[in-house]
C-alpha cells in the first residue's frame, strides 16, 4: 500500500528541487535478485565476504578471492535493472542538476544509462592492474582464466573498495560536492549508516535541504527525513515520477 498524501508531498518537493542527489544501496539491487553478498548472504565455500573482500585476502590468495568474484558476477550478470533504477534514469533526465551516488558495485545503475553517477564503492565489471593503477572494463563471465591478468603481465584486481582501504578521492570529492550544492537527498534502499553517507542526510537537513528516504523498513535516517515511504523502490519511485511528470 504506497501512501499517496507521501507520494504527493515528494513530487511537491522535487518540482522545487534545484539540485536532486539521490543516494542508492543494497536494497535496491535485492529488488534485482541480488544478494548483499554479506552475513549468511555472502557466504561462499564457507567464507564469508569480510573474509574475501580484503586487500590481504588478495596478496596471500587472489585465486581464491577471483573464483569469488567470478561467482558473483555470474549472478549479478544474470540480473536486471528493476523499475526503481529505471525511475532514478528518468530522474536524471527531468533534473538539469542531478547526480547519483551509489554503493553498490553491481553496475546496474549504468545499465539504465545513468551517466551522473558516482560508484563509491567502484563497480565488479571493471578491473585494476595492480602494478600500473589503469583500470577497464572486463565483462566475460566466466573469466576464461584466473586471475585475469593485465597486458603488462601483473595480476589485475577488481576496481571495488574492500575493507581496510579508504575510498577513491575523486568520487569522494565529487560526492562531497553534490552534497553541499543539493538541496534535496533521495536516499534509496540503505540504511545510510556507513561511512560517509552516514553523515549524509544531517549535512543536507543542517543546510536548510530536504530529505526523502525510500526503504522497505524503519532505519536510523527515518528520524531525521522529511517524507519517509516505506516499500519497495522499484513501486514507490515510478509512483514518484509519474506524480513529478503531472506537477
Ligand atoms: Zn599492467
Redesign the pocket.
Known amino acids: 500500500m504506497i501512501q499517496a498524501a507521501d507520494i504527493n508531498k515528494v513530487a511537491t518537493r522535487l518540482a522545487n528541487t534545484k539540485f536532486l542527489l539521490v543516494l542508492t544501496g543494497a536494497g535496491i539491487s535485492h529488488e534485482s535478485g541480488i544478494p548483499t553478498f554479506r552475513g549468511n548472504d555472502g557466504l561462499w565455500q564457507n567464507y564469508r565476504a569480510e573474509e574475501l573482500a580484503t586487500p590481504w585476502a588478495f596478496e596471500r590468495d587472489p585465486v581464491t578471492v577471483w573464483q569469488w568474484y567470478d561467482w558473483r558476477r555470474g549472478i549479478i550478470g544474470k540480473a536486471k535493472p528493476n523499475p526503481g533504477h529505471h525511475a532514478i534514469k528518468e530522474l536524471e533526465d527531468i533534473f538539469e542538476n542531478f547526480l547519483l551516488i551509489t554503493q553498490n558495485v553491481d553496475g546496474l545503475h549504468g545499465r539504465t544509462g545513468n551517466a551522473k553517477m558516482v560508484e563509491i564503492h567502484g563497480n565488479l565489471w571493471r578491473v585494476r ?1 595492480v ?2 593503477g ?1 583500470t577497464s572494463m572486463l565483462m566475460e563471465v566466466p573469466l576464461p582464466s584466473i586471475p585475469p591478468r ?3 603481465g ?1 595480476i589485475l584486481r577488481p576496481d571495488v573498495v574492500w575493507f581496510g582501504e579508504s575510498l577513491p578521492t575523486q568520487a569522494l570529492e565529487q560526492a562531497f560536492r553534490a552534497l553541499e550544492m543539493c538541496d534535496t537527498l533521495m536516499v534509496v534502499g540503505t540504511s545510510g549508516v556507513v561511512y560517509p553517507v552516514a553523515s549524509f542526510p544531517e549535512t543536507v537537513k543542517n543546510n536548510g535541504g530536504f530529505v526523502i528516504e525510500i526503504n522497505t523498513e524503519a532505519t536510523p535516517i527515518s528520524n531525521i527525513a522529511d517524507v519517509s515511504l516505506f516499500g519497495k523502490s522499484g513501486d514507490i519511485l515510478p509512483e514518484v515520477v509519474r506524480a513529478l511528470r503531472t506537477q
Open positions: 592492474c602494478r600500473e589503469k593485465c597486458e603488462c601483473e
